[in-house]
């Protein structure tokens, strides 16, 4: 076991310490909290029992660190299965499939789109201590559910990197969904835009909330259907990157998306054969970071939705 000793000087003053340590011990975020959830961390001779806590001028830090818990990564993993649908020297694009997570975290160390993508690009594995991101998110810049399938760009290099975060900071990445609601939707759009943040009465779960961070999705129907009981496939655009925004938006204004079990309100398409929420991340655009030209690409939808649609177009 190696021991960390640091006096907080004024340049970390006000600083959280799961931020702190990660510098002064040259750790990802997660292997952060890995330390402050084993009661490895203290200031003042007193345990750290929360990553947010904020250090103070003069206060000492100490850190209790495993040699376990030293700089690594995720490792490849070839058995991932997902879809390379563009690759150049500055981005990736893939379709990634229902049911796969997209990077470590609770829960999911391993299997993860990151350790399929690791195999097929290893060069992924210095980006984050390049652009100063989590070692367990290499080139990710935005995420779907585990649930949701489709299309998403991983950056490779660290100009690619922070050229995506900043077009989705300024909104100028397109994400379009197709998604099956429950009921009908009577207008042919409308925008929902209202604040999400984490549920009061479940903290897993997302909600519209005054206290939450500004989101904006507008929506198109695309078809109606009325049997066996009324739904709505309509196309759904974010305008900002919210976790689980989709699902909580359309079921805030009474269309939960189908399938979708936290979302539901206890509601259900009778017969359904869908086990997740239809929901496909359908067309993705951006400005390509190395040639400034506007790209775009578009993901059918998979069988096990394609299949659903069918039923109820039958």
């Known amino acids: 076991m190696s021991v960390l000793t640091v006096t907080v000087p004024a340049s970390l003053d006000g600083v959280r310490v799961d931020r702190a340590v990660a510098l002064l011990a040259d750790l990802s975020r ?3 909290n890995t330390l402050v959830a084993e009661g ?3 200031v003042d001779g007193h345990t750290v029992r929360s990553r947010s806590t904020v250090l103070r001028l003069g206060q000492e830090l100490r850190v209790d660190r495993m040699e376990e818990h030293a700089p690594t990564g995720p490792e490849a993993d070839p058995s991932v299965v997902f879809t390379v649908v563009h690759a150049d020297g500055e981005v990736i694009v893939v379709d990634k499939p229902a049911g796969l997570v997209v990077h ?4 999911h160390r391993s299997g993860t789109l990151v350790h399929g993508l690791l195999a097929d690009f290893p060069d992924l594995a210095s980006l984050p201590d390049a652009v100063g991101a989590d070692r367990d998110r290499p ?4 995420r779907l559910d585990r649930g949701t399938s489709g299309l998403m760009v991983v950056a490779r290099t660290p100009d690619a990197y922070r050229s995506l975060v900043a077009q989705l900071g300024a909104r100028k ?3 379009v969904y197709r998604a099956l ?6 207008e042919p759009s409308g925008i929902v835009d209202a604040p999400i943040g984490r549920s009061v009465s ?3 779960r997302m909600a519209v909330s005054r206290k939450g961070k500004e989101a904006t999705t507008r929506y198109r129907v695309e078809q109606r259907f009325s049997e066996p009981a009324p739904t709505t496939l309509v196309w759904a655009s974010l305008e900002t990157g919210r976790t689980h925004q989709i699902r909580v938006h359309l079921s805030a204004i009474g269309h939960p998306v189908v399938g979708d079990e936290v979302y539901s309100q206890g509601r259900a398409l009778p017969g359904a054969s869908v086990t997740r929420p239809f929901l496909h991340a359908h ?7 190395g040639s400034g030209e506007l790209v775009s690409w578009t993901s059918d939808l998979p069988a096990d939705l394609g299949d659903q649609l069918s039923a109820l177009a039958d």
Request: aromatic share 4%; proline share 9%; glycine share 12%.
């Open 104 to 107: 470590p975290g609770a829960g």
């Open 139 to 142: 080139g990710i810049v935005h």
């Open 181 to 186: 609601v429950l009921g009908t939707i009577d």
């Open 30 to 32: 997660s292997s952060v």
């Open 202 to 204: 479940s903290p897993t």
């Open 40 to 42: 490895r961390v203290q």
């Open 173 to 175: 990445v397109s994400r």
């Open 283 to 289: 067309r993705l655009a951006f400005e390509h970071p």
